[in-house]
């Protein structure tokens, strides 16, 4: 089975960086897209950012300019490069991979997430 590991969540102050990592193990073929999500206590889970395997990216207004989606050398791999972060970023971050119906595990899988906090 698909297994996702995140990695790069913590305590920084406003104004800040962190860069969160993604791997996903288990599967012979690439994903076709991978992406981070965040998500408060009582809220809807939401797109951070996401990136095709051909290199297109999708973000959230609310972090343009400030957060970069890449994928890694690494087959399945992700970063998010958040620079300039805010309180209101604070959140559990989620890694997803989308993979192709033809692959031995098609379909979404989520990371555990990773808790991102950002002091004022």
């Known amino acids: 089975q698909v297994q996702l590991a995140e990695s790069g969540g913590g305590l920084v102050q406003a104004g800040g960086s962190l860069r969160l990592s993604c791997a996903a193990s288990?599967?012979?073929?690439?994903?076709?897209?991978m992406g981070w999500y965040r998500q408060a206590p009582g809220n809807q889970r939401e797109l951070v950012a996401s990136i095709t395997l051909g290199g297109r990216t999708t973000y959230a207004d609310s972090v343009k300019g400030r957060f970069t989606i890449s994928r890694g050398k690494a087959k399945n791999t992700v970063y998010l490069q958040m620079n300039s972060l805010k309180p209101e970023d604070t959140d559990v971050y989620y890694c997803?991979?989308?993979?192709?119906?033809?692959?031995?595990?098609?379909?979404?899988?989520w990371g555990q997430g990773t808790q991102v906090t950002v002091s004022s």
């Open positions: 288990g599967s012979m073929f690439s994903s076709d897209a």
């Open positions: 997803k991979a989308d993979f192709p119906g033809y692959s031995d595990y098609p379909g979404d899988h």
